[in-house]
């Protein structure tokens, strides 16, 4: 069956980076994204990567794509207090766009 | 910047009752889809509407239904409510239903069943 998963809390300081890891089922995914949800909000799409990428690089964000294992990574280089959410995981849903398949969030606590 | 636009932004109904939930999509998109956020959870899909038709439907009973107009906003409509309808629902418009496609969501509703 198709499962996302994630690793539910992770705490770092100011500055350091922060590194949340995804692993995913379904080879057959075009792409995968990266999504945010600060409290009280809707979803947020930090960036995403196609399957036949193994690294993206977009200001402070590194996306890491191990297609071997189903492995998925975010980076956040100098993570701000800012940057404190929750970041879900997610790939396509029998590779279609629009319907994803979300794991159940890496709750990020940056402190200062 | 995200055009989606979801109301209502919170509501209280018991169980039992029905409810319609709104979502108008981003300008040019023909597609959207909902999903269903318990708390502490990831979102759940529950369907997905491309051109006024459902185009692809999660593991929800018949008693979640839809539509999409001709202007592609829709809506999300629940049936005799059960307290684990509770949710965060999140309608997603997306520019088609091609693979490649990126999702952008609104800012939720928030249903709370007692």
């Known amino acids: 069956g198709e499962d996302v998963e994630q690793s539910l809390f992770l705490s770092v300081r100011e500055g350091d980076s922060s590194v949340i890891n995804c692993t995913y089922t379904?080879?057959?995914?075009?792409?995968l994204y990266w999504y945010k949800q600060e409290p009280g909000a809707g979803l947020q799409l930090l960036t995403y990567?196609?399957?036949?990428?193994d690294m993206k690089q977009d200001q402070r964000l590194t996306v890491l794509l191990n297609k071997k294992d189903k492995h998925l990574s975010l980076r956040i280089a100098d993570t701000q207090t800012g940057d404190s959410a929750i970041y879900f995981c997610?790939?396509?849903?029998?590779?279609?766009?629009?319907?994803?398949?979300f794991g159940q969030g890496t709750e990020l606590s940056v402190k200062p | 910047e995200t055009g989606v636009t979801q109301s209502p932004t919170h509501l209280i109904k018991t169980r039992g009752q029905q409810v319609t939930l709104r979502c108008s999509s981003q300008?040019?998109?023909?597609?959207v889809s909902w999903y269903q956020q318990a708390l502490g959870q990831g979102p759940q899909f529950i369907f997905q509407?491309?051109?006024?038709?459902?185009?692809g439907r999660g593991n929800f009973p018949p008693r979640f239904s839809g539509l999409q107009f001709p202007n592609y906003s829709s809506e999300l409509n629940v049936n005799a409510l059960e307290l684990d309808d509770s949710a965060l629902y999140l309608c997603?418009?997306?520019?088609?239903?091609?693979?490649?496609?990126?999702?952008?969501f609104g800012q939720g509703t928030r249903l709370t069943v007692v």
């Open positions: 997610a790939e396509s849903m029998n590779n279609q766009g629009g319907k994803l398949i």
């Open positions: 379904d080879s057959s995914s075009t792409y």
């Open positions: 509407y491309y051109r006024e038709e459902e185009n």
């Open positions: 990567i196609f399957s036949n990428m």
């Open positions: 300008s040019g998109h023909n597609t």
């Open positions: 997603a418009s997306s520019p088609s239903d091609r693979v490649y496609t990126e999702a952008f």
